[in-house]
């Protein structure tokens, strides 16, 4: 059983910066893959970026170019950091494990980009 847990969202301005951390309950080096993911309400979840034990990384279209996803080994974190945001990535973002067969979700941290 893997706990994550999410931090660091609000309410920025449009072209504003935040950082998103997930801490897990087990070291890091351990979970094959973990990413990020956002959902709208009424709108299917949507992954956002991942990155490999390895140290391999992916990004949705829409975010390339301006996340970025990265780990603190020592902190068992994974933060993701956002800069231009515009008022298309509201959503609730969630961290997200994957060990074999399982997937672990956080609970979800609220992001607003607004003026």
């Known amino acids: 059983q893997v706990q994550l847990v999410e931090s660091g969202g609000g309410l920025v301005q449009p072209g504003g910066s935040l950082r998103l951390s997930c801490t897990a309950s087990?070291?890091?080096?351990?979970?094959?893959?973990m990413g990020w993911y956002r959902q709208d309400p009424g709108k299917q979840r949507e992954w956002v970026a991942s990155?490999?034990?390895?140290?391999?990384?992916s990004y949705s279209d829409s975010v390339k170019g301006r996340f970025t996803i990265s780990r603190d080994n020592a902190k068992n974190m994974v933060n993701l950091r956002m800069n231009n945001l515009k008022p298309e990535d509201t959503a609730v973002y969630y961290c997200?494990?994957?060990?074999?067969?399982?997937?672990?979700w956080g609970q979800g941290t609220q992001v607003t980009v607004s003026s």
């Open positions: 990155l490999t034990s390895s140290g391999r990384t």
């Open positions: 997200n494990a994957q060990m074999g067969p399982s997937q672990y």
């Open positions: 087990v070291t890091i080096f351990s979970i094959p893959a």
